[in-house]
């Protein structure tokens, strides 16, 4: 049982250029998460999926797309990447019918030059 | 205003005292509140919720809410080192989590 798991732990990207970043989780939750967090800020919500199938925006969406392609993998991708979205970027997926307790993967580090 | 604040510190206190933390919401209608603790370099991880008004115990932690005042606080009782981290207050809003900026704690032996 592994959690939540993302891919890659570490991206430097140049300004433009585009990349993906996967999570998956093995606990059969229905929720998932995209989340980045900057130094005094906090975690800021990027997009959520309720369920399979389903994604909507949180706070901070601007240059961000998701995919839910099944209930145990949703992708955070940066079509054109900007200096701006340098960041620690966090998947979550939440227990609804336990704990009703948020798990957290490792993290992805990107630097966008 | 932000949805949840937090004072962002740091928030020293000697090895053995309490330390509290605080953070209040604006959303009336929010049901849920949790405490997360994150240490540098890693993810945050959950270390207490809390549903309904009053105080919730479990070992070092007490977490107290008011909803009335839209207010949640986290005790720490005995402080030790090894509680030095990051403490998040986040709020369950029609089933988004959102975290507030964060609280530093520092605990000086």
């Known amino acids: 049982n592994a959690g939540v798991t993302q891919t890659p732990k570490f991206q430097v990207l140049k300004t433009g250029q585009s990349m993906t970043l996967q999570c998956a989780q093995d606990m059969n939750h229905n929720s998932m998460y995209w989340y980045r967090q900057d130094p005094g800020m906090g975690l800021r919500l990027i997009y959520y999926?309720?369920?399979?199938?389903?994604?909507d925006k949180g706070e901070v969406p601007n240059g961000y797309n998701v995919s839910r392609l099944n209930k145990r993998e949703f992708s955070l991708r940066l079509e054109s990447a900007a200096p701006s979205q340098t960041s620690v970027y966090f998947c979550?997926?939440?227990?609804?019918?336990?704990?009703?307790?948020?798990?957290f993967g490792p993290g992805t580090r990107l630097t966008v030059l | 205003q932000k949805e949840v604040e937090q004072n962002s510190g740091p928030l020293s206190v000697p090895e053995g005292a309490i330390a509290s933390l605080n953070c209040t919401y604006s959303?009336?209608?929010?049901?849920?509140f949790f405490w997360y603790r994150q240490y540098s370099g890693k993810s945050p991880e959950l270390i207490m919720s809390i549903y309904s008004n009053g105080d919730k115990e479990d070992g070092r932690f007490t977490a107290q809410l008011n909803k009335a005042s839209q207010y949640v606080s986290l005790l720490i009782r005995d402080s030790q080192p090894s509680d030095s981290a990051t403490y998040l207050c986040?709020?369950?809003?029609?089933?988004?989590?959102?975290f507030g900026q964060g609280t530093e704690l520092s605990v000086k032996p």
């Open positions: 979550a997926s939440f227990d609804s019918g336990g704990s009703r307790e948020q798990f």
């Open positions: 959303d009336r209608g929010s049901q849920s």
């Open positions: 999926s309720a369920s399979e199938g389903t994604t």
């Open positions: 986040a709020v369950n809003q029609g089933g988004k989590l959102i």
